[in-house]
């Protein structure tokens, strides 16, 4: 029974995982809708999860806790730099679209990643290889089902289209608000891309994960409420007398950075990182069907043959990482093997001399 809820734990941990990030995407949208803006929401949200990581953090690194460099520090905060750009694009495209548009264009991102890690030299672009082919070709089609998603909206197969999108923008129709929005995500989609690149860099010199966590979250709570300061002139937005607000800044600050993060790391611990990418999709259903129910959204034609294009290229991506890595796993045990022989060989050689002597 124990083996069961062993090996059953993993699936279960990114399912939730998937539904919270959703569940995340509703929340954002809700209190944006009564008053909150997208600044307000990422500094409330943020500064909870790093009051929520403050104790974690101290209590499992008590042992063993890394010093914290200037130049750790530096790294934490271009972290948390290239974070507030991501969550800010990423809520304002959802302002302008839905959470099925921005849950599905989130499947971009490992293409994305790939092309930077290319591009900076962190991976090898062999044409000849099939890993990099499949990346390459999965890369193309992620940003064609994008593409699809964002320039053709088409009827609406499930709900009904309420133009609430449009409501919230006065000049803007809402077939151009789902193309802004679209836009914005794809632009949020390459800056996550980097901020992944960027993260792997910094975890090299500090693998601590939940203190570089603490760091991010507390950087972007206090960049997005300077910000807020300056650009925002109505401070009647950071009240949360209002429940509408305060219960999605509550549900993001806790199950956003320190949920899902500790989640994830316990799950690619056991699995791997190649089988926490792969419920990625799941979670387009979920933004489906939790958008037509809370949201009152509607489901398009253009979404449906987008995110089917998108999720075969987000797989065929991922099918090329899984690849690549069981290659280098099986290279490194040819690599042992042949330092093993050759090391008894030359054990060998040295006992015959010694006879021969």
């Known amino acids: 029974m124990g083996m069961m809820i062993e090996n059953a734990g993993p699936y279960v941990g990114m399912v939730i995982v998937q539904f919270a990030q959703v569940g995340l995407m509703i929340a954002a949208k809700v209190a944006m809708a009564n008053g909150m803006t997208t600044f307000i929401f990422v500094s409330y949200s943020n500064a909870l999860s790093s009051l929520i990581l403050l104790p974690l953090s101290f209590f499992i690194y008590r042992s063993a806790r890394p010093p914290l460099f200037l130049t750790f520090l530096c790294g934490f905060f271009l972290l948390g730099f290239i974070g507030f750009l991501v969550q800010i694009l990423g809520y304002t495209g959802l302002m302008f679209s839905s959470a099925s548009l921005s849950i599905t264009i989130l499947n971009l991102i490992p293409g994305f990643t790939f092309v930077f890690a290319v591009i900076f030299r962190m991976e090898k672009f062999n044409y000849t290889s099939s890993t990099t082919m499949a990346k390459s070709i999965g890369t193309l089609v992620t940003v064609i089902g994008a593409t699809i998603i964002t320039l053709y909206q088409g009827p609406p197969i499930l709900g009904f289209s309420s133009h609430s999108n449009a409501s919230s923008f006065d000049n803007l129709t809402s077939s151009s608000a789902w193309l802004i929005g679209g836009l914005i995500l794809t632009i949020d989609c390459m800056v996550s891309a980097l901020f992944i690149i960027t993260q792997a860099v910094v975890l090299?010199?500090?693998?601590?994960?939940?203190?570089?966590?603490?760091?991010?979250?507390?950087?972007?709570?206090?960049l997005s409420a300077a910000v807020s300061l300056i650009v925002d002139k109505d401070y009647s937005g950071w009240s949360l007398n209002n429940k509408m607000r305060l219960i999605p800044v509550i549900y993001s600050g806790i199950f956003g950075n320190a949920f899902q993060v500790s989640i994830i790391m316990w799950c690619v611990r056991r699995r791997g990182p190649v089988f926490a990418s792969l419920f990625h999709p799941l979670g387009v259903i979920f933004a489906i069907a939790l958008g037509i129910i809370i949201l009152g959204e509607a489901f398009y034609l253009g979404s449906l043959v987008g995110s089917i294009v998108t999720v075969v290229g987000f797989y065929c991506v991922i099918w090329g990482k899984a690849k690549e890595g069981q290659m280098n796993k099986e290279g490194q045990k040819i690599l042992e093997s042949n330092e093993k022989r050759v090391h008894l060989l030359q054990n060998k050689t040295e006992d015959e001399i010694m006879i021969i002597a």
Request: glycine share 6%.
């Open 204 to 222: 090299r010199k500090c693998p601590a994960e939940l203190i570089l966590m603490l760091f991010y979250s507390g950087f972007i709570a206090i």
